[in-house]
């Protein structure tokens, strides 16, 4: 299927490398315009530039979005150069696992910070421009576990919860604006969360033979690929999908118990 994004502008958080990256080559090469926001400059400046000739026009915006000001700063001096956001993907986070009984208040709040606060932020500041347009997707990038949670996954849990919580609260209220807000539950994807995993692990052992026994778990005996999230991601911000708010679509080859 070809989903058309031309003359769309999105903008994607932590899309310097893995998943983000993934996302940021798909929306452009549907010929969306990309506004990447990720920390270290040095890794979203060669994102960039790998991915600037993939169709839309794609820019990097050095950013720690969990520092308020400056990503309200960040953020509107890119929809101001490119005139509005129609699609925003809140993408960043990190996987944090600690024991219930070793979690702190402060671990808590730097994932809700993260993942929660700083997609709330970024759907305040885009929403005036899509609304007035009576055109706008946003897409939550959460975890599986945020509906069957793991050992040790409470304090990722809790934050992937609540933003399931929060795009089925968004969807509702913005339908009458044609503003399209879902979420979607990674599973197992090949990206460099799994890469750092396996380098600290088992660094012998090839990448794909680490990779093997874990993904037996999976219905379809595999890891994904970024790219095949990304399509997910994609189809949701494209026309083709102007039918579907307020759901979390699970992107995992069918390991999560919960639909």
Known sequence: MHLDLSGRTALVTGGSEGLGKAIAARLSQSGANVIILARREEVLEKAVAELATGGGRVVGRPCD?????KLEQVAKAAIDEFGGVDILVNNAGSSFRRPFEEMTREDMIADMDLKLFAAVRLG??????????????????????????????????????AGITLTKAMANELAPHNVLVNALCVGVIKSGQWERRHAKAAPDVPYEDYLKPLA???PLGRFGEAEEFANAVCFLASDAASYITGTAINVDGGLCPVT
């Open 65 to 69: 979005i969990t520092d308020q000001p």
């Open 124 to 161: 305040q500041l885009v929403l005036p421009y899509m609304k007035s347009r009576r055109w706008g997707r946003i897409i939550n990038v959460v975890s599986a576990r945020a509906k069957a949670p793991g050992p040790a996954s409470g304090p990722t849990t809790l934050s992937r919860s």
């Open 216 to 218: 037996k778990e999976v």
